[in-house]
């Protein structure tokens, strides 16, 4: 168990039973609510350009072009993008992979929408979650919008850290994973350390996640031409408030 991690923890986070666990865990009905509800924010016409960054696995990429939409996925997990880039050869998806880390990567296309799902929007510093808003609001068309869902915000984890801070086991298949969080009030981030078992073998891995209030977060968008439309929390278009679970954040480039 570790307090502290480098801020390049993502660069090879996302390899082994990790990433099975995480691609078993999301139920597909779940993944096509979701979509059906960022379509309808979006308010796209088929044949549009979508960004999905980070796209984990591409649940929501190939949900997307399965609704006739074209999308360029972005992630840095090698494991992610080759099993992703294996489903779009064999069900033939409009759905274009880039494998690289979005700090350093140029983005060459312009896109009429943006997502950021499953709580990837804060796995940087301040001073580099400066350069992925930048990057992500200056591929996006005057009027597009980009939507973030995070669980982690502080709204959601100040009022319920009491839980957050329980060591806490789940199971998905045969793969168990054990959680313990550590929050760090001084530098704003938390740690949060995963014991994995799957018949017989075990994994270890840490990942820092910095915290955010959602003025924060929207200071951030609007420094970038991003204004927050609205904020809910959860697919059935709910206001968000203090202590709901998640947050989706729905902002529009001026």
């Known amino acids: 168990?570790?307090?502290?991690?480098?801020?390049?923890?993502?660069?090879?986070?996302?390899?082994?039973?990790?990433?099975?666990?995480?691609?078993?865990?999301?139920?597909?009905?779940?993944?096509?609510?979701?979509?059906?509800?960022?379509?309808?924010?979006?308010?796209?016409?088929?044949?549009?350009?979508?960004?999905?960054?980070?796209?984990?696995?591409?649940?929501?990429?190939?949900?997307?072009?399965?609704?006739?939409?074209?999308?360029t996925g972005v992630d840095i997990s090698q494991t992610f993008i080759e099993g992703l880039n294996k489903k779009i050869h064999s069900e033939g998806l409009h759905v274009k992979t880039i494998m690289g880390d979005i700090l350093t990567l140029q983005l060459s296309e312009t896109f009429d929408a943006a997502v950021c799902l499953g709580n990837s929007f804060g796995y940087f510093s301040l001073d580099k979650m400066k350069i992925f808003i930048e990057k992500v609001s200056a591929s996006l068309a005057p009027g597009s919008k980009f939507i973030i869902n995070s669980g982690m915000v502080a709204e959601s984890i100040f009022p319920n850290f009491l839980k957050y801070a329980e060591n806490k086991v789940y199971t998905v298949g045969n793969i168990t994973m054990e959680v313990n969080n550590v929050y760090n009030a001084n530098d704003g981030f938390m740690i949060s350390n995963l014991h994995y078992t799957q018949e017989g073998k075990s994994e270890d891995h840490s990942y820092k996640h910095y915290v955010f209030t959602l003025a924060e977060i929207g200071r951030l968008l609007q420094s970038y031409g991003l204004?927050?439309?609205?904020?809910?929390?959860?697919?059935?278009?709910?206001?968000?408030?203090?202590?709901?679970?998640?947050?989706?954040?729905?902002?529009?480039k001026g």
């Open 1 to 71: 168990m570790t307090n502290d991690i480098s801020d390049t923890w993502y660069q090879d986070f996302f390899q082994g039973i990790n990433c099975e666990l995480w691609e078993k865990a999301i139920p597909e009905e779940v993944t096509k609510q979701e979509v059906d509800f960022l379509l309808s924010e979006l308010d796209l016409q088929p044949g549009q350009r979508i960004l999905d960054i980070p796209c984990g696995f591409g649940r929501n990429a190939i949900e997307f072009s399965k609704h006739g939409f074209n999308v």
């Open 227 to 252: 204004n927050i439309s609205t904020a809910y929390s959860s697919t059935a278009k709910e206001t968000y408030k203090l202590g709901d679970p998640q947050v989706y954040i729905v902002a529009v």
